[in-house]
């Protein structure tokens, strides 16, 4: 990996339905990482997402016709950066959960030795966020699993916020899973069995700038059998190969 400096970084922002906190949430990723490339892949959002992203003038917005899902829309995010020759894409999400400024300490990750994917991690000993309930207990049992699989310790694997060398923009540019939980919890899966190197640096969640989170007790038990599921369609599929 080269010099931090030298990186052509691409900033993706999968966004569906995020008028409220886009413009704010660009405005700070401007402002802390100027130097870095911004995409908002506009995930066929039925509000004023687009327009208003592109009203800022930070960021070049691709537009899908459809609502793909977070992995649908990082895919395309991924062909974009690969097409564009970009050393590193590092996903940030719409709603502003994801602090900008430890987007160096996931560059500093990738520079720093062989990792290839890094994951920005709660639950890594930095800010207080906290689940409770069979949402914790899900994450616990996907970190569990998920660490023997990459062969490294992972405390949170449904992190969205990540930093992608080369070779993942390369993997995920054509073999990206767009099922619930699979731009996280599977994309690691075929990560590792593509033979790429994972770690993770711990960062501070925020809550969201807009919107309404979804979680209730219901939705939690909910995401448990949906996350078990994830991981369990993850260990069936075919090992990708780079170059395949």
């Known amino acids: ?17 995020e008028a409220a906190a886009i413009a704010a949430v660009l405005e ?3 402002t802390t990482l100027p130097s870095m490339d911004v995409l908002v892949v506009n995930d066929g959002s039925t509000d004023s997402t687009s327009a208003v992203a592109r009203a800022t003038g930070h960021a070049t917005v691709l537009d899908l016709p459809l609502n793909l899902g ?19 894409a ?10 900008p400024a ?16 890094v ?7 930095t800010g207080t966020y906290v689940v409770a309930g069979p949402r914790r207990w899900a994450m616990r049992l996907l970190s569990s699993s998920l660490s023997r699989i990459v062969g490294t310790r992972l405390t949170d694997t449904t992190s969205g916020f990540k930093a992608s060398g080369r070779r993942a923009i390369e993997l995920f540019a054509r073999d990206y899973p767009a099922e619930y939980l699979g731009d996280t919890v599977e994309a690691l899966v075929i990560a590792a069995r593509a033979g790429l190197n994972v ?3 711990g960062v501070e969640m925020r809550e969201r700038a807009a919107g309404t989170p979804s979680h209730n007790p219901f939705k939690a038990a909910v995401y448990l059998g949906r996350a078990v599921l994830a991981l369990a369609v993850a260990l069936t599929r075919p090992i990708s190969r780079r170059g395949a």
């Open 1 to 17: 990996m080269n010099p931090s400096h030298d990186l052509r970084v691409l900033v993706v922002l999968p966004a569906w339905n």
């Open 28 to 30: 700070e990723v401007a």
């Open 70 to 88: 977070v992995g649908g829309a990082m895919r395309a995010g991924y062909k974009y950066a690969l097409r564009q020759r970009y050393d590193v």
């Open 90 to 99: 590092v996903q940030l999400d719409a709603d502003g959960q994801h602090d």
């Open 102 to 117: 430890a987007v160096p300490r996931l560059l500093a990750a990738l520079n720093d030795g062989d990792a290839d994917l």
């Open 119 to 125: 994951i920005g991690a709660r639950f890594a000993g």
């Open 199 to 201: 770690t993770q640096v």
